[in-house]
């Protein structure tokens, strides 16, 4: 699906969550089994023969992509995070995509603290130029100061993010391929608390 430029924004910044209602003609315990196969444990790691890193319980998950020199606290990767319930003879996967919550977090504390800063900085060299403060502090403190944090914050966060960018497509296409399964439409009749499961597997 086309994005707008509103959720083009979103997705720059870590902020755009997705979510996927997947179905495997499987059981609960055979789709457990295939995801425990395939995905490796959240340790540092240079290489691994696994397509995914992260955790697979009972009755949920949370996975992301693996990488050479692996991470399982880099930040702006996407991970999916599911629940896994029997439906019958087969078995619904509710998934939400997103960053972790720990960089959810960082990042609301770093780009408030720029602004704090920054917009206090700017307060006092503008109140310093009204009383005949030269204009090339003002400049230089006020301006160029804060514009350089939140520029680097934002630089770092673009880089992350465009290293991720296939995340979310690669995720959900290892879960339809390892569990023969096909999305349809989401349903609301078992919520999915995404930012729970993903704390589990940050800090199980």
Not at 41 to 69: C, D, H, M, N, Q
Not at 91 to 120: D, N
Not at 148 to 157: A, F, R
Request: some cysteine; overall charge positive.
């Amino acid at each position: 699906m086309k994005r707008t430029v509103w959720q083009k924004i979103l997705w720059a910044l870590g902020y755009e969550r997705g979510r996927v209602d997947l179905v495997a003609p499987h059981s609960c315990a055979e789709c457990v089994g295939r995801l425990r196969q395939l995905t490796r444990a959240s340790v540092w790691t240079i290489f691994s023969s696994r397509p995914v890193s992260g955790y697979v319980g009972e009755t949920g998950f949370v996975l992301r992509k693996t990488r050479f020199l692996d991470n399982p606290n880099s930040g702006f990767h996407t991970v999916v995070g599911g629940v896994i319930a029997e439906e019958g003879r087969q078995t619904r996967l509710r998934c939400r995509l997103g960053i972790p919550r720990l960089t959810f977090f960082v990042m609301a504390i770093w780009f408030s603290a720029l602004l704090l800063v920054g917009g206090k900085t700017l307060a006092a060299s503008v109140i310093a130029a009204m009383r005949g403060a030269s204009s090339l502090n003002l400049l230089q403190d006020g301006i160029l100061g804060p514009l350089i944090g939140i520029g680097c914050g934002v630089l770092t966060v673009g880089i992350g993010r465009y290293l991720a960018r296939d995340d979310q497509r690669f995720l959900v296409n290892f879960l339809i391929a390892t569990l023969d399964a096909h999305e349809v439409p989401p349903s609301s009749e078992i919520p999915v608390d995404f930012w729970t499961t993903v704390a589990r597997w940050i800090d199980p």
